[in-house]
């Protein structure tokens, strides 16, 4: 059950860096996307799963103060996971800060037309990159058993420092999947049917 439950917590307790950086390309395409259908609920919803992130990276920070353990634990992971996506071809690093500056100019307006698509793509291949070799690196035996055990191990610590934690992570993975069948719907009837999520 609590692999279940923590499932998709992963992306706030290891490689947090890669997580956050989708966020700002992400965060830009919505609104894009959301003015015209079902751009309200959206945004409701991302307002939402961002509230609930935060109060999990609250109690999340507390855990990890409070238990040093975790905190090399999570390193050393970080690490195993970082040394496995350069056996992919990629440089984690680099390419982070790759995305960051990218991300930068997208949100700088001022770039022509021309010049945001093409930095756009080069973004999102970077990212996908990245994003293809964290998968491969998360798939290693190893890594994944490492995974398993630290995440059941924070959830645990996560739970001394708030009782509800279990619920929020609940209600944190019911308005993320809201949000996604919002945004793959695109129209105000997609909407509708995910509203009862919220």
Not at 59 to 70: G, Q, S, V, Y
Not at 102 to 127: F, H
Not at 149 to 171: C, G, K, Q, S
């Amino acid at each position: 059950m609590m692999r279940m439950i923590t499932r998709g917590f992963t992306t706030i307790a290891l490689a947090t860096t890669l997580s956050l950086l989708a966020a700002p390309a992400f965060a830009q395409s919505m609104e894009g996307n959301g003015g015209g259908q079902g751009g309200g609920e959206a945004a409701a919803l991302q307002q939402e799963l961002q509230d609930l992130q935060r109060q999990l990276a609250e109690i999340r920070t507390a855990a990890m103060e409070n238990n040093p353990e975790l905190q090399e634990r999570q390193t050393s992971l970080q690490n195993e996971v970082m040394t496995r996506m350069r056996d992919e071809g990629v440089n984690p690093e680099q390419d982070i800060r790759e995305l960051q500056d990218l991300a930068t100019q997208l949100r700088s307006g001022d770039l022509s037309q021309s010049e945001q698509q093409e930095l756009a793509r080069e973004y999102q291949q970077t990212r996908q990159e990245l994003l293809e070799a964290r998968r491969t690196a998360l798939d290693d035996e190893n890594i994944r058993r490492a995974q398993e055990d630290f995440r059941e191990d924070l959830v645990t610590a996560m739970e001394a420092e708030n009782p509800d934690v279990r619920d929020l992570i609940e209600e944190f993975e019911a308005t993320r999947e809201a949000l996604r069948e919002q945004m793959q719907g695109g129209g105000p009837g997609a909407g509708g049917g995910s509203a009862g999520a919220q």
